[in-house]
């Protein structure tokens, strides 16, 4: 193995642990998001369960990503642009979700009906 195919593989391994890194801390700061923001979203009677159905889907996704090493063997480029994707959808539908800032938090589900038809 020449010098210059070690360097590579040595400098692939540190890029890939700074990157793993960097997506394990977006991994942790969205899943703060669920428990920071999704209250706010979800009228007063039935907050525990909108927070637990998210917490569960977090869950969920928190036990499949592990096994997003096994799709390397497909395709090494695969859950880079699955992560991508998804992200890039989640950016895109949360301009979708309303502002709560200045508002009073709905209290029933027909409060919250009439919170949404006054802001759009």
């Not at 360097?7 to 703060?32: E, P, V």
């Not at 928190?62 to 799709?71: D, T």
């Not at 880079?80 to 994707?85: K, M, N, R």
Request: proline letters at 4%; hydrophobic letters at 50%; one cysteine or more.
């Amino acid at each position: 193995m020449s010098k210059l195919s070690v360097l590579h593989l040595r400098d692939s391994g540190t890029a890939n642990r700074i990157l793993s890194l960097i997506g394990r801390g977006a991994i942790t700061a969205s899943f703060n998001g669920i428990f920071l923001y999704t209250p706010e979203l979800f009228p007063t009677n039935i907050r525990n369960a909108g927070i637990g159905i998210a917490s569960g889907f977090g869950r969920f996704a928190g036990m499949l990503a592990p096994f997003s090493v096994y799709l390397v063997d497909l395709a090494q480029w695969a859950p880079g642009v699955l992560f991508g994707v998804m992200c890039f959808i989640i950016a895109i539908l949360l301009r979708f979700v309303p502002e709560t800032k200045g508002k009073e938090l709905a209290q029933t589900v027909e409060e919250l009906k009439q919170w949404e038809n006054k802001t759009i």
